[in-house]
């Protein structure tokens, strides 16, 4: 088996990796950025996928990888991973109808609830300890799912009509245009900002330049959240007007 994730703020690759140490330890995953990666896929006939719902939909970086490598999908066996912050209809069930288009047969999904993202916004922030109870759970259900995926019994959060319409009427139907296209909506304060380039290095669309001292966004932005989770000025923001908590799980750990 080979894994593949793409991650934000880390949620996503800390439960790809809980699942692939039950399921296989030799097994390795890497991040959908990595150019190497197609060929790797191509080695395997198992993968289990791993990313972080956005407003019930699929990151736009996530559609495009899949769209652009559609040759490889077909006759692969898919297992699909989805974080999130809230409830998601179907979270993992958006990628495997879509994954399903181009030929991969899915065996199983599973959802987990992981520490919200989301910077700059207070509506789904949690004390530091729930949400370190949050990825511990996490982890054990990652586990679990591993342990009955390799039975022959693997979860299904996601998968399904009934789930279909949750997660099309839960959200996606009100904020689908939020993750049709990439957004030119990231913010940087230049007053505040230091050029120290860390938002640049960890941008996944490289997005982000520093320009005579100061990083300037373009129109390119996933939403991951990470440049937000990373400036230690807190200058950045995307959704909200000022940043109200990093959130990057290594301070939940």
């Not at 679990?144 to 959060?157: F, I, L, S, V, Y």
């Not at 230049?190 to 669309?205: D, E, H, N």
Request: net charge positive.
């Amino acid at each position: 088996m080979l894994g593949l994730y793409f991650s934000g703020t880390g949620n996503s690759k800390y439960c790809i990796e809980k699942f692939l140490q039950e399921y296989d330890p030799k097994a390795e995953a890497f991040s959908i950025e990595e150019e190497e990666l197609p060929k790797k896929m191509e080695q395997h006939k198992e993968l289990v996928f791993s990313y972080p719902v956005q407003f019930s939909n699929l990151p736009k970086i996530v559609r495009d990888f899949v769209n652009q490598h559609q040759q490889i999908w077909r006759g692969k066996r898919i297992f699909v991973i989805a974080t999130m912050g809230l409830f998601s209809g179907d979270g993992a069930g958006i990628l495997a109808r879509m994954l399903q288009q181009y030929g991969a047969v899915i065996t199983g999904g599973l959802h987990l609830k992981m520490p919200d993202s989301i910077s700059d916004e207070k509506a789904l922030k949690r004390p530091i300890e729930e949400n370190r109870l949050l990825v511990a759970n996490a982890g054990k259900k990652a586990a679990e799912a591993a342990r009955n995926t390799r039975k022959g019994t693997p979860p299904q959060d996601g998968i399904g009509p009934f789930c279909h319409l949750a997660g099309l009427f839960g959200q996606r139907l009100y904020f689908y245009n939020r993750t049709k296209h990439y957004t030119d909506k990231l913010k940087i304060d230049s007053s505040s900002c230091i050029g120290c380039g860390q938002c640049a290095a960890v941008c996944p669309m490289k997005n982000i330049t520093v320009v005579d001292g100061s990083a300037k966004s373009g129109d390119q932005c996933t939403m991951c959240y990470r440049c937000i989770s990373r400036c230690p000025q807190q200058c950045i923001t995307l959704l909200g007007k000022r940043v109200v908590e990093q959130c990057r799980l290594e301070r939940y750990l």
